[in-house]
């Protein structure tokens, strides 16, 4: 296996860099916070743009729905995957990528190229109380129930400045407004549901009744006849199976696409098909113990993890040893479950690359993978009276113990701004511009997004668009990385998270974490990346550096103080 961020690529780099076409220009990056004093370390050069202009790249960006770091097969999983684990061995592997800790600011960077305060999304976009309250008690444009005005998505930019066809199948989640949905936002075909998942079959549960499903501007009802599913209509497969079609319809056609696939799957409830939950009955009764251990010698055998650098911490101390627990064979079920979840997944993204294979359309196509967040530790048991456990009217979480084994090696879940938390795998395969088979740990951003793929298919990130002043991106561009140049390939920076008060910030190989109500923590993430050490006592004058460089960053993106939330 190549791997770089380690060495260089050698002579196969320097044969890809000199194919690039540098006219067709490259996405402008204007980074924020303390940032802005590293402007020249951020700005993509012009020279990654397609090397054809004439043959831009059609993009697929796939998008699990809390998705735990060590879920696939190709990270270390006991789960089969081989759709995602032959798409890694294809392409590359991230062991460095970052996303928000929560599914809809992960969404909105994704698609602005910018932290998801300035994108509108400083929290949720509604749904329950306390969204409304923080939209309210922070009255402020980085708090809103939609992307700002002044946000641009990359389905618009791809659209109005390089000619894309533009589909999204799946999860929305940045607004439930019919005016924010997105064929306002550049889509020009919708399938999905514009607020949150947690429902696989229709109708949904009752917790989440009010769920719709849309087609383009308009409530549709869901029907069998969108995917021939065991019984009637599932969210992964109707999804997928619309996913799919758009490809057979824009492929071969002169003008690019980008599809955007946001699954539902993972994400709670446990519901799947009977047969597809027998696959796995039974696999988890060997327990979380054991099976953290199994995965984390897998990460490290693979190298995508150095067991010297990254140690496997101790059980999550509310985490009870498997030995103790009763009723193990629920346990077992439960994690069944969300195993024939991920495994549905994987399938169904097979479905969207074998329409891309079956259409000659591979090779001119970047297609990436990633999760919106890190497991959920969520313990959640709403379902109906008398429902199965796994069933349409079941709505139950896998909980904090397999949600731990998700996270392997890394500590922390949704919501966390620790590793666990924001670590997603990221799976990049474009034929001819990546090399087959390679990892990176370089460090990346779901901000880098939009300003990879506008740099890959040579458009220009603009200063306006349709009558609006855009705000400058936060991003940059990974192709560098992704194209396998070494360890200088991407310039060290800054980047910051926080979600509901927990705060992060990462600089090289220092990392500062701190859950709301509490100080900062410090590790080195070079030589403790599972983050089992706090430095902060050893090394004060770090920890002041990177909470004076978080405090500006906060201040220049809205962040709002949770004090005011939490009281």
Known sequence: MMKFGASRLGLLGFVLGALVFAATGCARTQPSGDAAQETSAQESPAQNAPAQE????????ILADDLGFSDLGSYGSEIPTPHLDRLARQGMRFSNFYVTPRCAPTRASLLTGLYNHRAGMGHMPGGWELPRRVQRTFGSPHYQKHLRDRAATLAEVLKERAGYRTGIFGKWHLSTTRAHWPTRHGFDRFYGVPSGGGFYFWPPPSP????????????????????QAETGWHSTEAFAARAARFVEDAAGDEQPFFLYLASIAPHYALQAFPSAIAEHEGDYRTGWDRLRRRRYERLTESGLLDSARAPLPERDPYVPAWDSVDNKERWDRKMAIYAAQVQSLDRRVGQVLDALDRRGERENTIVLFLSDNGACAEDMNRSASGATLGGPRSFVSYDRPWAHLSSTPFRGFKQDTYEGGIASPLIARWPGRIPEGASSDQVGHVIDLMPTLLDAAGATYPDSLGGRDLLSLDGRSLLPALEGEGTDALPERTLFWEHEGNRAVRRGRWKAVSVHGYGWALFDMKNDRTETTDLSEKRPRKVEQLARRYRQWADEVGVGDWSRIAE
Do not use: G, L, M, Y
Not at 54 to 61: C, F, L, T, Y
């Open 208 to 227: 989440v009744a009010d769920r719709k499903v849309v087609a383009e501007n308009a409530v549709t009802a869901p029907a069998a006849t969108d995917w």
């Open 54 to 61: 004439q043959q831009r790249p059609n993009i697929v960006v």
